[in-house]
C-alpha cells in the first residue's frame, strides 16, 4: 500500500453541517500532509478520493463563493 492510500485511510473526515442524515449527495473533506485536500463520496468511503493542492483547492472555493458553479 502506498503512502497516500495510507494517509487517505489514516485521515479524519469532515461532513458539511448542512448535509442531512438521510443518505443524500454529500461530499467529505480531509486535510492532508502539505497542505493538499482529499475528497471522497460520503456513501463510498472506501471508494476512490479526490486530492487536490493548496493551489488547486483555493481556485476551487473562490471558485464556489464567486458564483462560478450556480
Not at 32 to 38: A, D, E, N, P, T
Not at 44 to 59: H, I, K, Q, R, Y
Amino acid at each position: 500500500m502506498d503512502e497516500l492510500t495510507q494517509e487517505l485511510q489514516a485521515a479524519t473526515w469532515a461532513k458539511s453541517s448542512h448535509s442531512g442524515s438521510n443518505g443524500g449527495n454529500c461530499v467529505e473533506v480531509a486535510e492532508l500532509s502539505g497542505g493538499r485536500k482529499g475528497v471522497r463520496d460520503s456513501k463510498n468511503p472506501t471508494g476512490p478520493a479526490l486530492v487536490f493542492t493548496p493551489g488547486e483547492w483555493d481556485a476551487f472555493v473562490k471558485g464556489v463563493k464567486g458564483g462560478e458553479f450556480d
